[in-house]
C-alpha cells in the first residue's frame, strides 16, 4: 500500500514539475508550446521515471534539457526561462518552513519517507499555484479585478486545505485510503479551478481584442474616407487649374500682389484639410494621422517624419506603443503657450526606432519609472500609459528609454522589426 502511495506522490509531484515548466517557458517565449512536445515531456520525464523507480538525477535535468529543446539558438530567453525556474523553486523554502511551523512536523518528515513525500508534493502544489497566480494577476484586466481575486482566493484556499487536511491525516493514520481519496479530490477542485482561472482570463482578453480591432476598423474607415476627400480635392483643383491660372493672371497683369496672395493661400488652405501619412501600414498612418489632427486642433505645432520599408509588428502592439506615447505627447503640450510634438518612425538595420518628443511647462520629479510635475503636483500624462508602453516593447523584446531637460520630454522605443 505505501508503495503504491508513493508511486502516486511521486507521479503528482513531476506532474505538477512538468505543468510549471511548461508555464514558464510560455510566459518567456510568448506562444504555446505543442500539444505533442508536452506529451513528449510527460511520457519521457514523468511517466517513465516513476515505473521504473528512476527519479533522482532525472527530475532536475529534465526541466533543463527541455529548456535546451525549446529554446534552441536563444541563449538569452534560454538563460530567462532557466533564472525563472529556479528562482520559483526557492519558494520551496519559506513555504516549508510555514508549513513546518504550523503542524510542528519536522520529526514526522524526518522519520517517515511517505509523510516527506506527501509534504514535498503539497509544498510543491502550493509553489505552482503562486506562480499561476502571479501571472495571470499581471495579465489580468480592470474590469476583472473582482473576479480575479475570487479565483484567487479559491486557489488559495485549495492549496492551503490540501496541505493542511491531508498532513494532518498522514500524521494520524499514514495508512488510511480516506487520504488518496481526499487528497485527489481537492488536488483535481485546484485542476479544475486554475483552468477555469485561465478561460476566464482568455476570454477577457478576447472581449477587450475584440473591442479594439472594432475601434482599429473605424478609426482605419475615417482615414481612407478623409483620403478619398483629399484625392476628390486635388482631382477637383486639376480640373480647374486652368481657370485658378487665369484668376491669377488677371491680378498679376493689375499687379495686385495682395489678391495673389490671398487667393494662392485659399488654394493651399482646402489642400491642407487632411495629410497623407505613409507608414507601410494603414492602421499606422490612420492612427498617426489621427493623432496629429487631435494635435493641430489645440494650436499644437507638429512634425511628422516616417521613413521606413513596412511595420512587421502586430497591431495591437503597434498602436498601443504609439497611441499611448502621442497622446501623453499631446497632453503635456497642450498645457504649453506654444506646445509642439516631433515624432519619428525610421528604420535601422532590422530595428524600428520610434522618437517621440514634446514640449511641457512645470518641473518634472521621476519616481519608480512614473513622471511627476511640480506644477500640479499631479501625475504627468506621460505616466497615464507609460507601464502599458514598458509591458509591450518588454513583450517585444525591445528597449525604451526616457529623457528630459527644461521644458523638453522625450521617448525614444527600439524595436524588432523583421521582415
Known sequence: MNNYINIFLEFLYLLCNAFLLFRICEENMHNKISIPMKLFYIIVFVVSPVTIHAIGILSYFAPILFMLIIFRKLNKLLLKCLFNYIAILFLFIPIATIQTLLLNDAHFALSSQEYLNYKTTTIFIVVYNIYILYTNNIKRKSSAYFYSYAFTIIILGLSMLLGYITLSICIENPNSYNLIVIFSIIFLFLIICISLYDKFLAVIEENTNYRFKLELDKMEQEYSAKLDDKLNQLHSLRHDMKNHLIVIDGYASQHNDKKIHEYIHNICEDLSLTNAVDSGSHIVSALIAEKENKAKLQNIRCE???????????????????????????????????????????????????????SYSGNIIENNGEFTSTKNDNVL???????????????????????????????????????
Open 381 to 419: 500624462p506621460h505616466g497615464i500609459g507609460i507601464k502599458n508602453v514598458r509591458k509591450v516593447v518588454s513583450n517585444l523584446n525591445g528597449q525604451i528609454d526616457f529623457s528630459y531637460a527644461s521644458g523638453y520630454f522625450s521617448v525614444k522605443a527600439e524595436l524588432p522589426n523583421y521582415s
Open 304 to 358: 511628422i517624419n516616417i521613413s521606413i520599408p513596412g511595420i512587421n509588428i502586430d497591431d495591437f502592439s503597434i498602436t498601443t506603443i504609439i497611441g499611448n506615447l502621442f497622446d501623453n505627447a499631446i497632453k503635456a503640450a497642450a498645457e504649453c503657450e506654444h506646445g509642439w510634438i516631433r515624432f519619428s518612425l525610421t528604420q535601422t538595420g532590422s530595428y524600428m526606432n520610434i522618437v517621440i518628443e514634446n
